[in-house]
C-alpha cells in the first residue's frame, strides 16, 4: 500500500580507547649514574637470590574497555548515543518525507495533471506524467507549503519507535561477536556465519516492523487522504496534545503539593515519632499523603483534559464509512479542529464523561424549550 521508509542503520559502534603512555624523567647526574651502573653489575646478595619479575604492565580501565570515554558505544553514553540515532533519523525522515509523498500518490495510481507531450531521445514524440517537482508543486497550489508533510507526524514516531526497540533488543540480546566471512573459510563455516548474522538481523527486524506497524499505516493512510480529501485520520493529533497535557499537568500539580503543602513533621502517632516498643509507628502520614496525591491529580486533570478524548475518539470513526461517523449521527467534520469548534458550540465537549448523571445540554436537540 506505501512505500516502507528509508532505514538509518546504524553506525559502528565504539571509541578509540585511550593510549597510556609517559615521558622519561630528567636525566641522571654523571656520579650517580656510575654508582648505579656499578651495583646493577656486581651480583645480588645471597638473600636477594631470587629471580626479578618484570613489573606488569598498566592494565587499561573499565571504561576503556568499554570503547572509551568519548566513543559512541561507550556505556555511559548509551542513552544520548541512542537520541542521537532517533534525532538524526528523524532529520532524515523530515527532509525526506515530500519525496515518499510524492512516490506513494503516484504509487496508488493518483495522476490529477494530464500527461505533456515530449521527445525522447530518438526524436519521437512520446507523453510524459508530471514529474517530482511539477507533482510537489501541484501539492503546494492544494495544501500550501506545509501539505508537502501531511502524515509526517505518524511516520516520525513510528521510525524512533523502530530505533528505541532495536537498541532495547540489543541491550536484552546482546549479539555475539560478529564473525567476518573470509576467503579462507569453507562453504559450511562462511554459511554458518551468514545464517546466524542474518537470524539475528530478521528478528530485531520483525519484532521493530511489528510494533511500529500500526503507526507506519496510520502515515499511509493520512497521506492517500490527499486523494478524496478526507480527513479520518486526524484523531492521532488530539490525542497526542490530551496525553502531553495530562502528563505535564498531573506531574507539576502533584510535585507542588507534594512539596509546598505536605508537612513532614505529621505523624500516626501523637507523640510525633513513636517509640521503641512500637517502631511501625514511625512512618509518617507525609508518605501516605504524597502517595495517593498524583493519583488525586490524576483524576482531576483528567477530567480537564477529556474533550482531548472525545475530539480523538470522534475523528477515528468520523467519515469512515460506518454509519455512527455519517449523518444523522455525526456530521462529517473537515479537521479535528472543526469537531472541537462544533462541539464547543453545541456545548458536548465533555459528552460521555459522566455515565450516572447526564445533564442534557442547552445545545442539545433534547433541550427544553
Known amino acids: 500500500m506505501g512505500a516502507s521508509d528509508p532505514e538509518v542503520a546504524p553506525w559502528a559502534r565504539g571509541g578509540a580507547a585511550g593510549m597510556a603512555g609517559a615521558g622519561a624523567g630528567a636525566g641522571a647526574r654523571g656520579g ?68 515518499l509523498y510524492v512516490k506513494l500518490l503516484i504509487q496508488v495510481g493518483h495522476e490529477p495533471m494530464p500527461p505533456t507531450i515530449g521527445t525522447n531521445v530518438l526524436g519521437r514524440k512520446v ?26 507526524s505518524p511516520r516520525l514516531m513510528s521510525n524512533a519507535l523502530s530505533t528505541v526497540t532495536r537498541g532495547s533488543m540489543k541491550k536484552v540480546f546482546p549479539p555475539d561477536e560478529i564473525e567476518q566471512v573470509s576467503n579462507k573459510d569453507d562453504m559450511k563455516t562462511s554459511l554458518r556465519k551468514v545464517v546466524k548474522e542474518t537470524s539475528y538481523e530478521m528478528m530485531m527486524q520483525c519484532v521493530s516492523r511489528m510494533l511500529a506497524h500500526p503507526l507506519h499505516v496510520i502515515s499511509m493512510r493520512c497521506m492517500v487522504q490527499f486523494v478524496g480529501r478526507e480527513a479520518k485520520y486526524s484523531g492521532l493529533i488530539p490525542h497526542l496534545l490530551g496525553d502531553v497535557v495530562f502528563l505535564w499537568g498531573c506531574n507539576l500539580l502533584a510535585h507542588f503539593i507534594n512539596a509546598y503543602l505536605v508537612d513532614d513533621s505529621v505523624s500516626d502517632t501523637p507523640g510525633g515519632l513513636g517509640n521503641d516498643q512500637n517502631p511501625g509507628s514511625q512512618f509518617s502520614q507525609a508518605l501516605a499523603i504524597r502517595s495517593y496525591t498524583k493519583f488525586v491529580m490524576g483524576i482531576a486533570v483528567s477530567m480537564l483534559t477529556y474533550p482531548f478524548l472525545l475530539v480523538g475518539d470522534l475523528m477515528a470513526v468520523n467519515n469512515c464509512g460506518l454509519q455512527a461517523g455519517l449523518p444523522p449521527y455525526s456530521p462529517v467534520f473537515k479537521s479535528w479542529i472543526h469537531c472541537w469548534k462544533y462541539l464547543s458550540v453545541q456545548g458536548q465537549l465533555f459528552r460521555g464523561s459522566s455515565l450516572l448523571f447526564r445533564r442534557v445540554s442547552s445545545g442539545s436537540c433534547f433541550a427544553l424549550e
Open 32 to 99: 650517580a649514574a656510575a654508582g648505579v651502573e656499578a651495583r646493577a653489575r656486581d651480583p645480588p646478595p645471597a638473600h636477594r637470590a631470587h629471580p626479578r619479575h618484570p613489573r606488569p604492565a598498566a592494565q587499561p580501565s573499565a571504561r576503556r574497555m568499554d570503547g572509551g570515554s568519548g566513543g559512541l558505544g561507550s556505556g555511559d553514553n548509551a542513552p544520548t548515543t541512542e537520541a542521537l540515532f532517533v534525532a538524526l533519523g528523524a532529520g532524515v525522515t523530515a527532509l525526506s518525507h515530500p519525496l
Open 127 to 152: 507523453l510524459y506524467l508530471p514529474s517530482f517537482f511539477t507533482y510537489a508543486k501541484y501539492i503546494v497550489q492544494v495544501d500550501g507549503k506545509i501539505g508537502l508533510f501531511r502524515g509526517l
